[in-house]
């Protein structure tokens, strides 16, 4: 029987980890940049019942990324 290379396959589940981790970044990132965008512009907002609704999509959006990439629990 063939041994399986124990330190390879923990090697490859930390760089998945890592990927993972880093396009929880990116996109929180992106998220965040958006947020700015529509902050640093009040001079322009002719709906606050819109921007306020924006405002509660980022929130929600910032919370639930992360759990994109991990598995559903029951």
């Keep these: 029987m063939k041994r399986i290379d124990e330190l390879s396959l923990l090697e490859d589940q930390f760089s998945k ?3 993972k981790a880093t396009l929880v970044m990116l996109i929180i990132q992106a998220i965040e940049n958006v947020e700015k965008l529509i902050e640093g512009n009040p ?3 002719e709906s606050p019942m819109t921007y306020n609704l924006v405002g509660g999509i980022i929130d929600q959006l910032k919370a639930n990324v992360p759990c994109i990439y991990k598995p559903a629990e029951w």
């Design 17 to 19: 980890e890592q990927k």
């Design 43 to 45: 001079e322009f907002i």
